[in-house]
């Protein structure tokens, strides 16, 4: 069975880090692209970063180039989210997502992990 565990939320400052970590259970990672979104109250779900399966080929959303980056340890089955300079504006439910294609363009992400709350307030 497919699944997708996220870590590593929790309550920081503004300007404050934080490192998720979506690991993966039932599959190997390695051949599969990784997505991560997030979900603030009352907002639509958005995109905010994908790695290919590679590793190769990284993307991220407007609003966190520059802050934010992705990587993976596919020896751990692992996919980390690192979120320097966090702003309350990031405050949001993250969840990892897959899709059985290794690239990060195209098609649905039919897998999610439960989500991990982030929360960045003084």
């Known amino acids: 069975q497919l699944q997708l565990v996220e870590s590593g939320g929790g309550l920081v400052q503004p300007g404050g880090s934080l490192r998720l970590s979506c690991t993966a259970s039932?599959?190997?990672?390695?051949?599969?692209?990784i997505s991560w979104f997030r979900q603030a109250p009352g907002k639509e779900r958005e995109g905010v970063s994908c790695i290919s399966s590679s590793g190769v080929s990284t993307n991220f959303a407007g609003s966190v180039k520059g802050r934010f980056t992705i990587s993976r340890d596919n020896a751990k089955n692992t996919v980390y989210l690192q979120m320097n300079s966090l702003k309350p504006e990031d405050t949001a439910v993250y969840y990892c997502?897959?899709?059985?294609?290794?690239?990060?363009?195209?098609?649905?992400?039919?897998?999610w992990g439960q989500g991990t709350q982030v929360t960045v307030s003084s």
């Open positions: 997502a897959t899709k059985k294609a290794r690239f990060c363009y195209g098609g649905s992400w039919p897998y």
């Open positions: 039932g599959f190997t990672l390695d051949s599969y692209a």
